[in-house]
Each structure stands twice: as structure tokens, then as C-alpha cells.
């Protein structure tokens, strides 16, 4: 296994529910809900969910965009004391939330590796990633060049030395003046722009542009993680398909590592290796994006799987559609999540929550039939095994 | 097969500041009874447009329909068209005059919107009116084009009257009439909502027939005119010589001024509604059962925004299939919602299709949605259909470039090897179009002819047509 480059633990984010005069807190939006997370160096992290399952919050959370309720993150942490951080959390998990927050404070202040340590560490960790945002005539500022779009990253947190490697330790410069707008027209360039392009404003170009630009931004500080927040999905198929290339082209050649959060599973199985299916702010399945898509075992995923519309009028298979919309967040069904819309729910599943538990290897589920549904069901339900029994 | 819908050479343009908005420049197709039609193409590529246009929805001004012809089986849904034009181009219309004509069209119009053809919109959210309740909104189109139908049901279910108190006390729905009420009955019990539904409906029924046996005269009177006006309609439609015509439109005027709208609202918020109003919001309940709401009785109170996503998108497929319409114009049904919704609502769709034989045209982008849906395919381009096809024919077969390149910048889900195909650019700016062939600067196998010529419509094989210059054959148009 290569190198870890991220690593949360516990997280949990509950947004408050303002209400009433007084503005009093009526309940809580679970968005996301103790979910362990680890990003290997290099790799690309596919999630994905329906709306409203805390893919966005997960991906926030990860940036140090806002910050968790509970729960810490690691940059490059080393094993050992995440190894006894995960154990201290597990148990800790096991009296609620509240108990688990009091505590919380205590192990953090020990335990090395933590960006929320130091505020300088804090400036340090968001200098090294990025995000891209899902719509790109929101993000981009409508008052400021695209020049100026592109500089403000490197003027503020800099870009590493030239001779200096990538991987965090090196020193990093800030550019100014001449040297900046060289460098913004290199990357402009290799995003397929020109130099006419850094004059403009940001409604002067077409969707696929402000896309390319907001990766231009994003990339131009050279960071080692970029979270990418459903890039693709106002854009049209062709678009699509030109954005994808260039995130791939770029991965090659600066090593970064991306996480992808979408609904769109097709894109999800183009572009990611390892892929996490969100579920109510619960990760319900994670395993490697051939494994799952050829064996999806939660009956969420396979469901997920079966409603893709295949562009092949010839392609015959079994239909799982699910009844009924995602509960309320605020007010999440007990035990599994899953079971109110789940075809072998059985009285279990409403009481107790399943945890995730290696099925197979490198395959974990959230679901307490998950062996009997592998036995049974799988072959049916994956896209490849499908395409067989079609011919 | 026979043809629901022709549209031929549509051209429709917008006429902005910056200068005119070639937006549809020459589209073609038929749409077969009983099928599922898929246009499919980028955004700015006149979908919307097409669809649009057919609904004679374009907002005018800036834009306006310049030529071409729609027909729905005999009628012809481009009348007046050419009168509006004519009036509108003068430099100084006399705005007297030009309204009436355009309010005449507008009478005729509104009969076949919402009524023979009706339409799914894109942005569930955006197509409600956040201030109507879902019942308001759904019952406000059968009020406009089901009154003699409301007050048939009615008039039936009194003369059975006996016979739905007996069904109530045993809560099913035994015997089956050959009148309007049995239709009724037998689609309620073809719902499947289980025991509770069914008394809903038999108690709102037997509420109505008490109460028309009470007014029976009042409600006849009702029924006689409501069908005199229906066959007034019915006339106007049709071929009728202009004098003909001016005093229907009378008529017609002076009764639509009768059956205000806004008094609707008043109406239903009556705790003890007249027979028509609980007619027709037994009516709009069987619909919400019917596109699979649950709880639509609760439902039919609520305010748009207490509903989520794919819930309105319901509510929006039935309000457009309140009347029962010929033909559904699916505007982006789906492009807002998750694949697991999304699933729902093409179920949704294809059980439409299959129980009422609706001929659908569906809109989108996703060339996934369309290989589960359409039986045949048009594909667009800068306002010209570049190709038409059976939809196996085109994802096995493609001929034209640009549909070539669309099928392979999709991620296969299936395939995942497979390499995704760049079209290079972008859409072009439609108010200066490229000459020749509109595809031509992205086209990798452009040669000179297609910077000049417009490329003819080209039928390679049955069914197969495609306007492109690589192609020859036998010319269609």
C-alpha cells in the first residue's frame, strides 16, 4: 500500500436547526456521521450518493473548510499514533457524540500529525490542497480578471520552489509582478486557454471554460490533493468528456491526488480507483472501482448500479427501483439507515446498526446480510456479470 | 404506423439586440402514435426550442416562428401564424387590431395546450407556482378542459347511487358499469392503493351524487351547456370559414370570462365544496395515486416547496396528464434528479406509454436515458436535426460525425476501458453561424463542399436519415 496522505477519523458534522423567535436550536442535520476516512497518496477517491447524503460536508470537512463537530484529520500522519488514535475513538464512539466531544479535546492535544494543532500548521495543510466547486458561475469571482483569478492563490500561499520537490516539505515561494504573470499564462495555456483569455471576466466564457478555469486556479499553487466536487455535472456530455481528460492529464503530470464527489456513477468509474458510496452521511460500501462495480454487495449500491442508463439500446437487465426519496437527515431512521427503502430489510435492521466489515479483500460493507447477499445475489447485480447473461 | 405529430422545415428565430438568434433554422420530424421519440443534443442546440415552438410557447417578442408547419393528425397547429407575422413585421402594427388577432389564435391555442398535447417541464420547482397549493394547481387544468366530463361522472355516479353505498359498506368495488362512473370505478380499482384509497373515493363520490340528486336541474343546465361549448371548441378546431369562426370566439370569450380562475382557490377552501370542485379533486387524487405519490391525499394540501424534488417532478407529469393528452413533450424530466429518482420517473414514463399508448417526445442530453427509453432518436445541432434513426439503428450504427463523437465522450459504465472521444469547441454563437454544414469547425472529417453547401437530408437506410456530405443517396428534402 503506498503512502497515506490523509487520514480522518470520526468525523461527524451536525448542522444546528434554528428555529422559533428566540432562534433556539430545535435539532440537528446529521450531514455527515462517523465516517473513517483514509486518501492514499496519488490515488483517485471516488464518492458518491444521492443528494443530501453529506458527500459536499465530507468533502468541506476533509479541506478544513469547516470544521468537524467531532472528529480529527491527519496530513501524512504516521502510523502509530493514528493506529491508537482509531482505538481511542472506537471505544469512545460507544458512549454518543457529546461524551465522545468532551474527551475529544484531551487526545487531540497529544497526538502529533493533527492540522489542528497550530493555526500555522492549519495555514500550512490548506496552502497544499484545493477544491473545485460544482458550479463554476458561482465560484468565480464576476469582478476580477481571470488573470487575477488565477494569481490570487499564488500570490497568497505561493507555489513550491522550483528545485524543490512536491511532497510537502519544500519551501514554498510566493511569485509577484512579472514572474506571476508568466507563470499564470504557462498554466492558462495548458488548460487549453490563450492569453486574450486572462483579460476577460468570468461571464464572457462558456461553461466548460469557467470549468477550466476554476481547474486552473485550483491547480496553479500545485497542490498534492484536490478535492473536486461534482466538476462535471452542469456541463454537457462532450464537456464532460474534454474536463475528464484534462484532470487526467494533469494527474499524470504533477501527481496530485484527487477526490471526486459526484452522483454521476459513469464518470465516477472513468476517472477514480478506489470508490466510497455514501448513504446519509454514513459510508455504506468502499472497495476498489472494478471490484465494486462488477460486485456490488449493499443493496444501496446495487441499486445505485442498476439505475444507470447504459447507452445501449441492446442491454437487457434486472431493474431495482428503489421506492420512495432519501429520509430527512434531521431525522435519520434507526438502526440501518438504509432500511426503510431496503428489499431484505428484516426486523434487525431497524434496531441495530450494521458496521463495516471486510467482506471481501479490500471490500467493506455496511450491512448485516452483506455474506448472504454475496453468496446469493452479486453475480445478478453487477454490471459485468450482467452483460454476459444479456448475450 | 400512423403519425401523431409532423413538423416540417420549423424555423424560429430570436430577435435580440446583439443581432437575430438563428435558434431552429430547418427541423423535421414525425412522432408515430404510441412512441417514444428522443431528441437528444447539446445545450443551446434548439431542443427547448423545438419543443417550445410545438406548444407555441416561444415568447414573442424577441422570438417568433417564422415558417414551417406542425400538424397534429387534421389540425393544423400553425394557423394564424403567418397573420401574427404579417401584423407584427408592419412597422407600425395598430395594436388594436393586433391584439385581437393574436387573442383569437391565443382561444385556439389554449384548447390544445394542456388538453391534446402537454408538456413536462425541465425545473419542477420553477414550473409550480410557489403560492397555489399542489391541488390548486392540478385541478385548475381539468377545470379548464374536463367540465363535461366532471359533471358526466357526476350525473352517473347519482344514477348508481345505491349501488356505491353498497360498494363503501363492503369496501370494494364489486360490479362494473359501461358509463362514465365505471370507468372511473374500474381505474380507481386499477390503482391497487389498497382499502383506504378506494373509501376515500366512493365517499367523495357518493358526497357528489347526493348532493347533484338535491340540484338536479341547477346541474343538468350545468352539463347542457358545458357540452354545448364543447362542441363549440370542437368546431373551432376544425376547418371553419372566418365569420364561422369571430362569433365562436365570442361565445368562447364570453364564457372563459365566466369561469374565473381565481375564484377556484375561494372554491376549494370551502369546507363544504360544491359537487364539481369534489369531483375534480377526486380526480386530482387518482392522478397523484397514479404517478405513485404516496400519501396523496396529504399531498394534495401541501405548497410546492414542502415537497422534494422528485415528488414535484410528479406533480408536474400529473398535472400534464390530467386531460388525458395525445401527446407529452418531456422537457428534461430528469436532468435535476438523482439516478435513483431518475429510475422512478422513466418506470413512470414507460408504464404511460404502455397503459394509455401516450406518444412521448422526450428531451435530453443523457444518450443513456434515451437508449432506455425512445424507440427512434433525433439528433440535433445548431437548429438543423443532423440525424433521425430507430434508436438501435443509431447507438449500433451512427452516421453523422457529431453523433459519432456524442456516443463516445459518455463514460461507459459497462465498458470502462473504452476511450473517451473528444468533439473539439464548443456550440457556435447561433447569431453567426458558420456557413455550409453548422458543424464544420469541429468536424474532423470537414473538406471543402461542407464550408459552403448546406448538406441535404440523406436516407441511407430505412428509417436512417442523415444530413451530412460524406453520405449519398437518396435525397429526402
Do not use: W
Not at chain 1, 500555522?120 to 476580477?144: A, Y
Not at chain 1, 476577460?200 to 485550483?218: D, K, N, T
Not at chain 2, 397573420?83 to 387573442?103: D, F, T, Y
Not at chain 2, 458543424?439 to 448546406?454: G, H, I, M, S, T
Amino acid at each position: 500500500m503506498s503512502e497515506i496522505l490523509l487520514k480522518a477519523i470520526g468525523v461527524r458534522k451536525y448542522f444546528p436547526i434554528k428555529g422559533g423567535i428566540s432562534g433556539r436550536t430545535l435539532g440537528y442535520v446529521h450531514a455527515v456521521d462517523d465516517v473513517n476516512l483514509t486518501i492514499y497518496k496519488g490515488e483517485t477517491v471516488g464518492v458518491v450518493g444521492e443528494s443530501g447524503c453529506g458527500k459536499t460536508t465530507l468533502g468541506r470537512v476533509i479541506l478544513d473548510l469547516i470544521e468537524p463537530t467531532t472528529g480529527a484529520l491527519f496530513y501524512k500522519p504516521d502510523e502509530a499514533s493514528v493506529n491508537q488514535l482509531e482505538g481511542l475513538y472506537t471505544e469512545l464512539t460507544a458512549n454518543g457524540a457529546r461524551e465522545l466531544k468532551k474527551e475529544e479535546k484531551k487526545i487531540l492535544g497529544t497526538t502529533k500529525d493533527n492540522i489542528y494543532k497550530s493555526r500555522s500548521k492549519r495555514k500550512d495543510f490548506r496552502s497544499r490542497v484545493q477544491i473545485v466547486f460544482q458550479d463554476p458561475v458561482s465560484s468565480l469571482d464576476p469582478r476580477m480578471l481571470i488573470k487575477d483569478v488565477i494569481a490570487e492563490p499564488i500570490r497568497i500561499n505561493g507555489v513550491p520552489k522550483e528545485d524543490g520537490t512536491n511532497d510537502g516539505t519544500g519551501a514554498r515561494v510566493r511569485l509577484r509582478g512579472e514572474v506571476a504573470n508568466k507563470y499564470v499564462l504557462d498554466i492558462v495555456t495548458e488548460m487549453g486557454l490563450n492569453e486574450d483569455h486572462l483579460y476577460r471576466f468570468p461571464h464572457e466564457f462558456s461553461g466548460g471554460q469557467r470549468q477550466r478555469i476554476a481547474i486552473a486556479r485550483a491547480i496553479a499553487v500545485k497542490p498534492e490533493f484536490i478535492v473536486l466536487d461534482e466538476p462535471t455535472s452542469a456541463l454537457d456530455v462532450s464537456v464532460q468528456a474534454q474536463i475528464l481528460s484534462l484532470l487526467k492529464n494533469l494527474q499524470k503530470k504533477y501527481n496530485v491526488t484527487y477526490m471526486f464527489i459526484t452522483h454521476n456513477l459513469a464518470v465516477i468509474r472513468a476517472v477514480s480507483n478506489r470508490v466510497i458510496v455514501m448513504y446519509l452521511g454514513k459510508i455504506v460500501e468502499e472497495a476498489l472501482t472494478d471490484e465494486l462495480f462488477e460486485f456490488p454487495i449493499h443493496p444501496y449500491t446495487q441499486a445505485l448500479i442498476s439505475a444507470i442508463p447504459i447507452p445501449d439500446p441492446t442491454f437487457k437487465r434486472q431493474r431495482l427501483v428503489l421506492s420512495g426519496d432519501v429520509p430527512s437527515p434531521a431525522n435519520p431512521p434507526s438502526g440501518c439507515r438504509f432500511h426503510t427503502r431496503c428489499r431484505f430489510a428484516k426486523e434487525i435492521c431497524s434496531t441495530e446498526e450494521p458496521k463495516l466489515k471486510e467482506i471481501r479483500a479490500g471490500h467493506i460493507v455496511a450491512c448485516h446480510f452483506a455474506e448472504e447477499i454475496l453468496k446469493t445475489e452479486t453475480s445478478s447485480s453487477g454490471i459485468k456479470k450482467t452483460r454476459e447473461t444479456a448475450k | 404506423m400512423e403519425e401523431a405529430l409532423v413538423v416540417k422545415n420549423l424555423k424560429t428565430q430570436f430577435f435580440i439586440y446583439d443581432g437575430v438568434v438563428k435558434a431552429l433554422e430547418d427541423v423535421t420530424f414525425t412522432l408515430n402514435k404510441g412512441e417514444v421519440l428522443g431528441i437528444v443534443g447539446e445545450t443551446g442546440c434548439g431542443k427547448s426550442v423545438t419543443a417550445f415552438s410545438i406548444m407555441r410557447l416561444i415568447p414573442d417578442p424577441p422570438g417568433r416562428i417564422i415558417s414551417g408547419q406542425i400538424r397534429m393528425g387534421n389540425y393544423d397547429l400553425m394557423r394564424g401564424i403567418d397573420q401574427e407575422a404579417e401584423i407584427i413585421l408592419k412597422k407600425r402594427p395598430k395594436i388594436k387590431h393586433h391584439n385581437n388577432v393574436i387573442k383569437k389564435n391565443e382561444h385556439f391555442y389554449n384548447k390544445i395546450r394542456g388538453r391534446y398535447i402537454s408538456m413536462i417541464f425541465q425545473e419542477p420547482m420553477a414550473a409550480l407556482n410557489p403560492v397555489y397549493t399542489v391541488e390548486d394547481q392540478i385541478i385548475e387544468s381539468i377545470y379548464l378542459h374536463s367540465m363535461t366530463k366532471i359533471l358526466k361522472v357526476i350525473k352517473s355516479a347519482s344514477e348508481h347511487l345505491p349501488d356505491l353505498k353498497s360498494f363503501r359498506e363492503s369496501g370494494e368495488i364489486g360490479a362494473e358499469f359501461n358509463d362514465e362512473v365505471g370507468t372511473e370505478l374500474s381505474k380507481i380499482k386499477n390503482l391497487k392503493k389498497g382499502k383506504d384509497s378506494v373509501e376515500k373515493h366512493l365517499d367523495m363520490l357518493i358526497d357528489e351524487a347526493t348532493k347533484f340528486s338535491e340540484k338536479k336541474e341547477k346541474y343538468e343546465e350545468l352539463l347542457k351547456h358545458s357540452i354545448e361549448i364543447d362542441d363549440l371548441e370542437e368546431k373551432l378546431l376544425g376547418e371553419v370559414g372566418e365569420q364561422e369562426r369571430d362569433s365562436i370566439i365570442s361565445v368562447l370569450t364570453k364564457e372563459a370570462k365566466k369561469t374565473k380562475l381565481n375564484r377556484l382557490t375561494k372554491k376549494l377552501k370551502k369546507k363544504n365544496p360544491d359537487p364539481i370542485v369534489s369531483e375534480a379533486r377526486r380526480e386530482a387524487l387518482a392522478l397523484l395515486e397514479s404517478v405513485n405519490i404516496p400519501n396523496a391525499f396529504q399531498i394534495l394540501k401541501n405548497y410546492p416547496h414542502e415537497l422534494s424534488g422528485g415528488m414535484l417532478q410528479r406533480v408536474v407529469i400529473a398535472i400534464a396528464l390530467s386531460n388525458d393528452p395525445q401527446i407529452l413533450i418531456a422537457d428534461e424530466p430528469t436532468t435535476a434528479l438523482d439516478v435513483t429518482i431518475q429510475a422512478q420517473i422513466l418506470e413512470l414514463l414507460r408504464d404511460l406509454k404502455k397503459n394509455r399508448g401516450t406518444s412521448i417526445i422526450l428531451i435530453t442530453h443523457d444518450l443513456g436515458v434515451i437508449a432506455e427509453m425512445a424507440d427512434r432518436v433525433v439528433v440535433m445541432y445548431a437548429g438543423n436535426v443532423v440525424e433521425t434513426a430507430p434508436s438501435l439503428e443509431l447507438y449500433h450504427n451512427p452516421k453523422h460525425p457529431y453523433t459519432i463523437g456524442l456516443l463516445q465522450s459518455i463514460p461507459r459504465v459497462d465498458d470502462p476501458t473504452k476511450k473517451l472521444n473528444i468533439i473539439r469547441g464548443t456550440v457556435p454563437n447561433l447569431i453567426t453561424p458558420p456557413a455550409g454544414c453548422r458543424f464544420n469547425p469541429r468536424c474532423q472529417f470537414a473538406f471543402d463542399r461542407c464550408l459552403v453547401e448546406v448538406p441535404p437530408t440523406i436516407e441511407t437506410s430505412e428509417g436512417h436519415t442523415v444530413a451530412c456530405h460524406l453520405f449519398t443517396g437518396k435525397e429526402v428534402r
